[in-house]
Nanobody
Framework: QVQLVESGGGLVQPGGSLRLSCAASGRIFNINAMGWYRQAPGKERELVATISSGGSTNYVASVKGRFTISRDNAKNAVYLQMNSLKPEDTAVYYC??????????????WGQGTQVTVSS
C-alpha cells in the first residue's frame, strides 16, 4: 500500500513563487521516475516536469527556466519549485510516481492534487 500526499499549493500574485512537495509513504522498495502534472479547468492533464531516479529532468516548454523539479530519495519525496508564476500556471497540480513494493512489479501512483492559483 502506497500513498502520495501533496502540499504547498495556494494563491499567489503573478511573479510570485510556490514550492510544492509530495511525499510517498507505505510499502516502498524502489521509486523510479517521479513527476508533476497539472490540469486546468476544461483542459487535459498536462505533464509539467519529470525526474528520473538518477536525477535527469525534463520540463514542458512553457515552464522551462521558471520551474525546478527535485527529489530527496531518503525522504521518498519530490518537489517543484515554481518561480515567476503566471496566471496560465493556474491549475490543480498532481504528484506522480512509479513505485515498486517488490523487485520487479512497479505501479503508478497519483496524489490527490493541490490547487495553485496565480492571480492579482
Amino acid at each position: 500500500q502506497v500513498q502520495l500526499v501533496e502540499s504547498g499549493g495556494g494563491l499567489v500574485q503573478p511573479g510570485g513563487s510556490l514550492r510544492l512537495s509530495c511525499a510517498a509513504s507505505g510499502r516502498i522498495f524502489n521509486i523510479n521516475a517521479m513527476g508533476w502534472y497539472r490540469q486546468a479547468p476544461g483542459k487535459e492533464r498536462e505533464l509539467v516536469a519529470t525526474i528520473s531516479s538518477g536525477g535527469s529532468t525534463n520540463y514542458v516548454a512553457s515552464v522551462k527556466g521558471r520551474f525546478t523539479i527535485s527529489r530527496d530519495n531518503a525522504k521518498n519525496a519530490v518537489y517543484l519549485q515554481m518561480n515567476s508564476l503566471k496566471p496560465e500556471d493556474t491549475a490543480v497540480y498532481y504528484c506522480n510516481a512509479d513505485i515498486s513494493s517488490g523487485v520487479f512489479q512497479y505501479r503508478n501512483y497519483w496524489g490527490q492534487g493541490t490547487q495553485v492559483t496565480v492571480s492579482s
